[in-house]
């Protein structure tokens, strides 16, 4: 990932955090609020496929690998919308080396 990053900025994600707000009965609920949307490179991250079994059913995780820039507030737990998919932050990467940009691995949620 060296060199400008500018150019290959081309999908905008929305990032979104679990917010928990008042049911009206004494308890709450989470729901996810848009933190801002952001531009941002996206890849699928074949090499970190995982695969589970879940009531008898294996199921496939899809990970991502997401290049922003940085400066973005940005924790694990979050999530980010891209054209339809729902990706939870799993990971966040911040190279010394290259302290403009950020990289974040993100996995499908319920894939």
Same mark, same amino acid.
């Given at each position: 990932?060296?060199?400008?990053?500018?150019?290959?900025?081309?999908? @905008?994600?929305?990032?979104?955090?679990?917010?928990?707000?008042? %049911?009206? +009965?004494? /308890?709450?609920?989470?729901? &996810? =609020?848009?933190?801002?949307?952001?531009?941002?490179?996206?890849?699928?991250?074949?090499?970190?496929?995982?695969?589970?079994?879940?009531?008898?059913?294996?199921?496939?995780? @899809?990970?991502?690998?997401?290049?922003?820039?940085?400066?973005? %507030?940005? +924790?694990? /737990?979050?999530?980010?919308? &891209? =054209?339809?998919?729902?990706?939870?932050?799993?990971?966040?990467?911040?190279?010394?080396?290259?302290?403009?940009?950020?990289?974040?691995?993100?996995?499908?949620?319920?894939?």
């Amino acid at each position: 990932m060296q060199g400008e990053i500018a150019g290959r900025l081309k999908q @905008r994600v929305r990032l979104e955090r679990r917010v928990h707000t008042p %049911d009206g +009965a004494g /308890g709450s609920h989470e729901v &996810w =609020q848009t933190v801002g949307e952001h531009w941002a490179e996206m890849r699928p991250a074949d090499s970190l496929n995982m695969s589970a079994v879940v009531a008898d059913t294996r199921v496939t995780a @899809r990970r991502w690998r997401v290049l922003m820039r940085a400066g973005i %507030d940005i +924790a694990l /737990g979050m999530r980010l919308t &891209w =054209q339809g998919l729902d990706l939870r932050v799993t990971g966040i990467q911040r190279d010394p080396q290259l302290p403009d940009r950020v990289a974040v691995i993100a996995e499908e949620f319920g894939a």
